[in-house]
């Protein structure tokens, strides 16, 4: 049961890690795509890579700290965020 729950775990931890692009309607028809990178950011450049082929601009970047604590101990995490425009 314990090698059941702690599988289940992980598949969630991973899932919850991917990196999707939103794409952004601009209007003006350039691709324009938003990425959640979490704490992953070469994650995140490859992601960008892979959905735009032809290069891309980075047009914003954001990284923000976090800091969670409960009972035991606290933790200090960084999220960082992109927004590119297909080339």
Known sequence: MYKVVTVAIAC??????????VKINTGD?????????GDDKTGCFEKA????????DVLDTKETQ???ANYWRAATYTEATMQIQCK
């Open 12 to 21: 969630c931890v991973a899932a919850g890690c991917a990196i999707t692009p």
């Open 49 to 56: 890579n892979e959905t735009c082929p032809r290069g891309y």
């Open 66 to 68: 976090h800091t969670s």
């Open 29 to 37: 028809g350039t691709e324009q795509y938003f990425l959640e990178c």
